[in-house]
């Protein structure tokens, strides 16, 4: 029977298959092939074997390479079809070449008619695999692949199996097997070709399907030679060999690729409608009325064939119009899901878009807002000032910068809730005030403690006026929670100028605000040009300071303390120079406040503490001298200062009681009471360790006399105001204020030092008040410490002890 396997890439076509259209070669070649068998088969038995093994060995051959190039072999249809096409080359070369053509083997023909139908089933379960990979309903493609079935037998029960059954002279088995390989090849055709229509005509469905037609031309053509008596003849063998080509330029066609991915059916449904009124139209009448046109005399069989075809038909049909009508109500229900889906999406995307122009907003404000007090912030104050300052107003703008004058303490000392709660209050205060400006002023915060207020036209006076509304507002005392706090403001005010942009403002407005906190805070202070020239000049020196332990610019200069009674060198106040080597000397009350500002003192304290413990080393134990050396606030509020101090005194072996630390009444006292607590447990522990502690300034700080009983205090050092009254009236006053600081340093048991004495009539004074120390120029000015050990050996001022 038909020889049913897949289609091989012949030896002669495996060359051209390697080329882009490989396909189309090994079709050509395999089909002149097929044309030139029935002549070759027609000479023996033994050519006709051996074509019918090279023809379908080659379709085994493209089969195998077409599953492998495109990698179908994770398709259980193709594995299928591969399976078919390698037991019918088998059978084709075992049991019909060998087994009967060569050997006669009695059993081998009824092998290989079982092994036929075996390919024939292989080939039905792997188009069943195929459509049931095809989009859309399953079992739609099933009837469907039924009603073209049923139309097609029909006819083709009339005109090919009546005669087969009639005049073949079969019977029993070999009449069934006759029968079985058409009825399967209406089945396979009614499924290539459904796959086919729904899958907008695939190349490599198109050949499949072919091969099918061929298949059913081959099986036709054989069971009407079977009806006439003859053997099978050159079409069905044509059509067989044909099948097995097309079969193979299927498996090596590119769009196989796309077997594994077969599309949703795109037959519209009149076209499928159409088809079937067709086939349930013709089949009955080609059956009914076929016969008697080409003379053939009808069997009473054929009809009862018919009708009972045609009642199949119309059951089929029924079926499919009861599911076409199921998939559409379906499809409608799911419209309608779709279409609330929608619907709520719709809805719930406006709700989004809503939340997201929502979201934008606060953005956008939050982008230009400070999130603590709603203030403007910096970039939209930035922009103000722009505006202002491109605008063509009568005046130009102004701009106050105001900072809460030490405003971190209340952070350290109540925490920052409470320092928010206070900053939001002050933001109320001025935000109330500036509502009461026509000018509509904008109010921003620009971080921290620091506010600033933008007037967009304002002349200087109406600026200075607000700024002295703005120190009376925020002086006034503030409730939080059950505490009741205080505060002070300092304001830069640039007003009467126009800057070149707003950075320029803002940096001169800075300007003005930093000259109000060093002149003593809770002020306004006015910009000026020579502000800017300060500020550069401060800049310069600052960054010079920065390099001048690094160039060897710094050196210690040491002032002796002197006994007022016997003469003698008491001390050594070690006093930080800077020479930079390419100007003048700068003194010292200048360069320290902005070595303070930069946060430098804590290096150069470092510094100078260790080359005045190395210089005094020697003076210490030569001539018994103790070494006095400032000390900063930030280096006491160090944790590791006390612990690098001793090391240092240590390291240069110099005792501690030779050491006197010199602080100023702000170190202790202007500080957090938490701050206050810790400075003084450092200094009690040095102390401790014999470090002596000396008040510097005293008088000109805090001078709160009932801290003396509690502070870490040795010595107190006398401010030379006290010894140099600016006034003859003042003389008197400044005497018995001398008098009483003396008195009372002697009954707390503490030892004095009086500075700046200038003259010996001073110091004649300050012995019959009983002052124990002075120092001053009298003496001897600091000196380099090369001129230290004449200025201990020579002691020129000894005929000024009283």
Same mark, same amino acid.
């Given at each position: ?21 490989? +396909? ?27 074509? +019918? ?42 049991? +019909? ?81 006759? $029968? ?241 709660? $206070? ?29 600033? $207020? ?99 610019? $710094? ?248």
């Amino acid at each position: 029977m038909s020889r049913t396997s897949r289609g091989a890439e012949s030896a002669a076509g495996s060359r051209p298959v390697r080329e882009p259209r490989g +396909w189309l070669a090994y079709l050509l070649l395999g089909g002149a092939l097929v044309l030139a068998v029935p002549p070759v088969a027609a000479v023996s038995p033994l050519l006709d074997a051996l074509c +019918w093994i090279v023809l379908q060995g080659s379709s085994l051959a493209a089969v195998i390479v077409g599953i492998r190039r495109y990698g179908l072999g994770r398709l259980w249809a193709w594995r299928l079809i591969g399976a078919a096409v390698t037991l019918s080359c088998l059978a084709s070369t075992l049991l +019909w070449g060998v087994g009967w053509t060569v050997l006669r083997l009695p059993g081998a023909l009824i092998a290989y008619q079982g092994a036929t139908l075996l390919v024939y089933g292989l080939g039905l379960a792997a188009l069943t695999l195929l459509g049931l990979r095809t989009g859309g309903s399953r079992w739609a493609g099933l009837l469907d692949s039924a009603v073209i079935t049923v139309g097609v037998a029909m006819p083709f029960w009339t005109f090919f199996i009546t005669p087969v059954i009639d005049h073949s002279g079969y019977a029993g088995v070999e009449l069934a097997f006759a $029968l079985a390989t058409p009825v399967m090849d209406l089945f396979m055709l009614g499924m290539v070709l459904r796959m086919a229509s729904d899958n907008g005509r695939a190349p490599w469905l198109l050949l499949l399907s072919a091969s099918y037609v061929s298949l059913l031309v081959a099986d036709g053509a054989y069971l009407l030679d079977l009806a006439e008596g003859r053997p099978y003849g050159a079409l069905s063998m044509i059509a067989w060999l044909g099948w097995a080509i097309l079969v193979g330029g299927s498996a090596l066609h590119p769009s196989v690729a796309s077997s594994g991915r077969l599309r949703a059916p795109v037959v519209s449904s009149r076209v499928r409608a159409a088809t079937f009124l067709t086939l349930a139209l013709l089949g009955p009448l080609v059956s009914s009325l076929g016969p008697p046109v080409l003379g053939i005399r009808p069997d009473p069989r054929d009809g009862v064939t018919t009708i009972c075809l045609t009642v199949l038909l119309a059951v089929l049909l029924v079926l499919r119009l009861n599911l076409t009508a199921r998939l559409a109500e379906n499809r409608a229900l799911t419209l309608d899901h779709q279409a609330h889906r929608l619907a709520t999406q719709a809805d719930d995307l406006a709700t989004a878009l809503h939340h997201q122009e929502r979201l934008r907003r606060d953005l956008a404000h939050r982008a230009s807002h400070d999130p603590l007090t709603g203030l403007a912030n910096r970039t939209l104050l930035t922009g103000a000032l722009d505006a202002a300052l491109t605008a063509r107003a009568a005046a130009p703008p102004a701009l106050l910068l105001l900072d809460l004058d030490d405003f971190k303490d209340v952070n350290d000392t109540y925490g920052h809730p409470v320092g928010d709660d $206070l900053l939001m209050a002050v933001a109320g205060r001025l935000r109330a005030l500036a509502e009461t400006i026509e000018a509509r002023p904008t109010l921003a915060r620009l971080g921290g403690d620091e506010f600033a $207020l933008l007037l967009p036209a304002a002349t200087t006076g109406t600026a200075t006026a607000l700024a002295h509304r703005i120190l009376t507002t925020l002086a006034r005392p503030y409730r939080i929670g059950e505490r009741e706090l205080h505060l002070t403001t300092s304001i830069g005010i640039l007003t009467g100028l126009v800057p070149a942009g707003p950075t320029d403002a803002l940096r001169d407005a800075d300007l003005a605000l930093h000259t109000a906190k060093a002149d003593g805070k809770n002020q306004a202070t006015l910009f000026h040009p020579d502000l800017r020239t300060a500020r550069l000049h401060q800049i310069t020196l600052a960054t010079g300071l920065r390099h001048a332990r690094a160039r060897g610019e $710094l050196t210690l200069h040491y002032q002796p303390v002197v006994n007022l009674a016997t003469g003698a060198v008491h001390a050594l106040e070690a006093l930080l120079r800077w020479t930079p080597a390419s100007g003048d000397p700068v003194p010292p009350a200048v360069f320290i406040p902005i070595a303070e500002d930069t946060g430098l003192i804590t290096d150069l304290g470092h510094w100078a503490l260790d080359q005045a413990v190395t210089d005094a080393r020697h003076w210490y134990h030569r001539h018994g001298t103790a070494l006095t050396v400032n000390v900063s606030g930030r280096q006491l509020r160090d944790p590791a200062f006390p612990r690098t101090l001793l090391h240092t005194l240590a390291r240069h072996h110099l005792p501690p009681h030779a050491l006197i630390l010199e602080i100023t009444e702000n170190t202790l006292l202007a500080t957090t009471p938490a701050e206050t607590r810790r400075i003084t447990a450092l200094l009690t522990d040095l102390r401790a360790h014999g470090v002596r502690i000396a008040l510097d300034d005293f008088g000109t700080g805090y001078s709160c006399l009932s801290h003396l009983r509690t502070l870490p205090v040795d010595i107190l050092k006398i401010d030379r105001s006290f010894t140099t009254p600016p006034t003859t009236a003042d003389r008197h006053r400044t005497r018995a204020f001398t008098e009483a600081i003396l008195q009372l340093s002697t009954s707390l048991g503490l030892d004095a030092i009086v500075e700046g004495v200038e003259t010996p009539g001073q110091a004649a004074a300050l012995h019959r008040l009983g002052a124990p120390h002075a120092q001053g120029h009298l003496f001897s000015p600091p000196l380099p410490a090369a001129r230290i050990d004449d200025l201990l050996t020579t002691t020129p001022w000894k005929h000024h002890a009283a």
